[in-house]
């Protein structure tokens, strides 16, 4: 199956403070788009950052496209700017932290996909 998607198109899901954020699922098997991963975009908010967290169903691939901050993956902390990839194995427990004053926007590639849980509960954030 061939997926052409526009971000800008795609409507982003507001996560609350203190872990603001917007994340925009752009394939998923939710979607439509594909069966065989997730991948969405997440835009943290100048000086914010994730909770610290482990995905259960997934490892997660990140490449940061803009903003610099840490990612502390297992309690080990690792420099975050524009061009630099991320790979979190599956349970791994990691927090992504935006320590400037520009969003930070980062890719986001779950294989295999999220489970549509998952996906479900970010949407109820909104609600």
């Known amino acids: 199956m061939v997926s052409v998607v526009q971000a800008w198109k795609v409507k982003g899901i507001k996560v609350p403070k203190p872990h603001e954020r917007v994340l925009k699922v752009l394939m998923a098997p939710?979607?439509?788009?594909?069966?065989d991963f997730t991948m969405l975009i997440s835009l943290i908010s100048p000086e914010s950052e994730t909770n610290y967290h482990a995905h259960?169903?997934?490892?997660?691939?990140?490449?940061?496209?803009?903003?610099?901050?840490?990612?502390i993956i297992e309690g080990k902390?690792?420099?975050?700017?524009p061009d630099t990839a991320v790979y979190v194995?599956?349970?791994?427990?990691?927090?992504?932290k935006n320590a400037s004053d520009e969003c930070m926007k980062i890719i986001c590639v779950f294989v295999p996909p999220l489970v549509s849980r998952y996906v479900e509960d970010i949407e109820k954030i909104n609600r």
Do not use: N
């Not at 939710?30 to 069966?35: C, F, L, M, R, Y």
């Not at 259960?56 to 990612?71: A, W």
């Open 89 to 96: 194995p599956l349970g791994v427990r990691h927090q992504i």
């Open 77 to 81: 902390t690792h420099g975050l700017e």
């Open 30 to 35: 939710e979607v439509g788009s594909t069966k």
């Open 56 to 71: 259960d169903g997934s490892g997660e691939v990140m490449y940061v496209l803009s903003g610099r901050g840490e990612c």
